[in-house]
């Protein structure tokens, strides 16, 4: 009988470790060793409590007093947050790369305007409430992501690294390739990686929202920060198993990692396909 570690049980539970050599190992403590099976059904009980608790909560919505209400009103009005035009659609090109320099006399701050106004209200309204949330790397990226590029620039400012290799392949990955021996052999960007049949075509008119939005793509990327922290090392506009997909590289403290997100990255969360370590 092992000590149970409740940290790696939780991510257990919660699907963290899905596709990962932790996973099996887990799975054959909670099977075989009476004491991680009762903690994994102590947790899983108490996970169906939260639920049922956050229901009851959110069938009775706290409404935004007068005041407070009145005031956003009068801040989303001003001009300052007014709404800009959607920059056109670029088409697909090769390997770019992403930088944090601001370029050209454009405001800095204006293209994550669009998306901080939501951001605001709702952490404005939970401030009210005495609720404080961990906003971590989206709140940094929110400071810090620059405007708008030229159209010959790569799709967005974004990551901690001051450049990100970024290619559009539109290749088709496979999560038993990803995850195999020879997968791990590939360490520079993930296209080395990919199938190169007939499965190889354009993703990027699927992933328009991240290829044309340097604010779409920065949200994303800090989203996939949060659910799996390290530096990102290199990303593919792909496909995963026939669908379009975010492909990145991740090089963390534990080891090397690859990480599959989906067309809704940055919308609510990272949109994990999978992952696998690289090495």
């Known amino acids: 009988m092992s000590a149970v570690d409740h940290d790696l049980l939780a991510d257990y539970v919660g699907g963290a470790l899905d596709g990962t050599p932790e996973h099996d190992r887990v799975a054959r403590l909670v099977a075989d060793d009476p004491a991680w099976h009762s903690a994994a059904a102590e947790l899983r009980s108490a996970l169906l409590l939260v639920d049922a608790d956050l229901g009851v909560f959110a069938a009775a919505p706290e409404p935004m007093p007068d005041d407070v209400a009145a005031r956003f009103d009068t801040l989303l009005a001003s001009p300052q947050f007014a709404a800009t035009p959607a920059s056109p659609p670029r088409p697909a090109t090769g390997e770019r790369t992403l930088s944090r320099e601001a370029r050209g006399a454009r405001p800095a701050r204006r293209g994550w305007r669009r998306w901080a106004t939501p951001v605001a209200v709702a952490v404005g309204a939970l ?25 010959k620039d790569a799709p967005a400012a974004a990551g901690e690294e001051r450049g990100v290799p970024v290619t559009s392949s539109g ?42 939005s340097d604010d779409a793509l920065t949200i994303c990327l800090a989203a996939i920060r949060t659910a799996l922290p390290g530096t990102i090392t290199a990303a593919d506009f792909a496909r995963f198993e026939g669908h379009p997909a975010l492909v990145v590289t991740i090089d ?28």
């Not at 021996?181 to 960007?189: H, L, M, N, P, R």
Request: a negative charge.
């Open 252 to 279: 963390t403290p534990a080891g090397g990692w690859w990480f599959v997100a989906g067309q809704q990255c940055g919308v609510n969360g990272a949109d994990e396909l999978f992952r696998t370590p690289r090495n």
């Open 127 to 151: 401030a009210l409430a005495g609720i404080v949330l961990p906003l971590g790397p989206l709140a940094t990226t929110m400071q810090d992501a620059p405007g708008t590029m030229s159209a």
């Open 171 to 212: 290749t088709d990955y496979r999560r038993e390739m990803l995850s195999s021996a020879a997968a791990q052999s590939y360490k520079s960007t993930p296209s080395q990686s990919a199938s190169s049949g007939d499965n190889t075509m354009s993703a990027t008119t699927d992933l328009n929202r991240l290829t044309d």
